[in-house]
T-cell receptor, first 114, second 114 residues
Framework: NAGVTQTPKFQVLKTGQSMTLQCAQD?????MSWYRQDPGMGLRLIHYSVGAGITDQGEVPNGYNVSRSTTEDFPLRLLSAAPSQTSVYFC?????????????FGPGTRLLVL | AQTVTQSQPEMSVQEAETVTLSCTYDTSESNYYLFWYKQPPSRQMILVIR??????QNATENRFSVNFQKAAKSFSLKISDSQLGDTAMYFC???????????FGKGTRLSVIA
């Protein structure tokens, strides 16, 4: 199993550009989520999904869109990048209702918005 | 809404010594789950230990153990025989149930000194 994979590892954007952060897992997990990590702020939830076709907002959803068309993939879209979105982004997955278990995190994507 | 507080932004410990990281949380739930995650310089999030609130016995994983005080809403992490590889950010996290997102504290940066 590859676990949770994220691409790209690092990205530089200009203000106003759009992009998609990719997240995929091969563990057949129902639950997936996106976090951003900023210095001194811990991890804050952006969006999450409890299964294919179901998504919900987290603590800081503004400026981000998600979709969950398959169990495996959970992309995060930045519609119009802003410098405030400079951060490290983590995707995570777990079995969800099937068991408490561990949240498996991806390696992160570092995003710099100029 | 649940909140998680880690009051120690930074800590240091001598190799082979014991260190305790503090975490308090606020919730009105009676059943929930608590976690400690480790984030080394590689940025990967690694589950260290977890505790179910309905279990009175404190969780233990090798050199890592917790002191779970449900009435006080306290969940501290004790690391025994500290090793250089324990140097990392440590995050305390709360989860209400199996299909709700994790809520993270802001983290404690632990340095293990040779």
């Amino acid at each position: 199993n590859a676990g949770v994979t994220q691409t790209p590892k690092f990205q530089v954007l200009k203000t106003g550009q759009s992009m998609t952060l990719q997240c995929a897992q091969d563990m057949n997990h129902e639950y997936m989520s996106w976090y951003r990590q900023d210095p001194g702020m811990g991890l804050r939830l952006i969006h999450y999904s409890v299964g294919a076709g179901i998504t919900d907002q987290g603590e800081v959803p503004n400026g981000y869109n998600v979709s969950r068309s398959t169990t495996e993939d959970f992309p995060l879209r930045l519609l119009s990048a802003a410098p405030s979105q400079t951060s490290v982004y983590f995707c995570a997955s777990s079995y969800g209702a099937g068991g408490l278990e561990t949240q498996y995190f991806g390696p992160g994507t570092r995003l710099l918005v100029l | 809404a649940q909140t998680v507080t880690q009051s120690q932004p930074e800590m240091s410990v001598q190799e082979a010594e014991t260190v305790t990281l503090s975490c308090t949380y606020d919730t009105s739930e009676s059943n929930y789950y608590l976690f400690w995650y480790k984030q080394p310089p590689s940025r990967q999030m690694i589950l260290v230990i977890r505790q179910e609130a309905y279990k009175q016995q404190n969780a233990t994983e090798n050199r890592f153990s917790v002191n779970f005080q449900k009435a006080a809403k306290s969940f501290s992490l004790k690391i025994s025989d500290s090793q250089l590889g324990d140097t990392a950010m440590y995050f305390c996290a709360f989860m209400k149930d199996r299909n709700t997102p994790l809520v993270f504290g802001k983290g404690t940066r632990l340095s293990v000194i040779a």
